[in-house]
């Protein structure tokens, strides 16, 4: 792993921080990339050299897209708080999706608030809740089908 680190940090902190388009949060990027591999050493350790370098940059890509993802569902929900024009109240479509929400059973609710809310990944909800991501997935097509049912009846 300290070979990993030495051969390919400051490389992939220029990527990250081009990505970013800022240094401290590129740094950030790449040293979180980092400890990502170390939570995969040993698959890892069964990659080719090139493979490596190729694991690296694909997570550092993902791990900024999620980051991005949460950024704009955070800002989205600020919207939400505080859109007052064309409403009767601030808020309100935030509050009927939470009456919505409060229709599903208790598990699929905290997935669907984890998942679209909170802008967690399917594979981070999977790890939080020990559970397959496919499993994460099927249970958020199934939260959607019972919304669409309830919205639409």
């Known amino acids: ?4 680190y ?9 990527f990250c921080t081009m990505l970013c388009r800022d240094a401290e949060k590129g ?21 080719t050299q090139q493979e490596r370098r190729s694991w690296l ?7 900024f897209l999620d980051e991005a ?13 505080y859109e007052g024009e064309g409403a ?22 905290t997935l669907v608030r984890l998942r679209y809310l909170d802008g967690y990944s399917a594979a ?3 790890e939080m809740f020990h559970m397959p991501s496919a499993t994460v997935r099927t249970k958020l097509k199934r939260a959607r089908q019972l919304l669409r049912k309830e919205l639409y009846t």
Request: hydrophobic share 40%; aromatic share 8%.
């Open 1 to 4: 792993m300290n070979e990993l």
């Open 6 to 14: 030495a051969q390919h940090f400051e490389e992939l902190a220029r």
């Open 27 to 47: 740094s950030d990027l790449a040293q979180e990339t980092f400890l990502r591999a170390l939570e995969h050493a040993e698959q890892l350790e069964t990659l």
């Open 57 to 63: 940059y694909r997570t550092a890509k993902n791990l």
């Open 69 to 81: 993802r949460r950024n704009a569902r955070f800002l989205q929900r600020q919207q939400l708080l």
């Open 88 to 109: 009767e109240e601030p808020g309100y479509a935030q509050t009927e999706a939470y009456l919505l929400l409060s229709k599903l059973p208790q598990e699929l609710q």
């Open 124 to 126: 981070e909800l999977g």
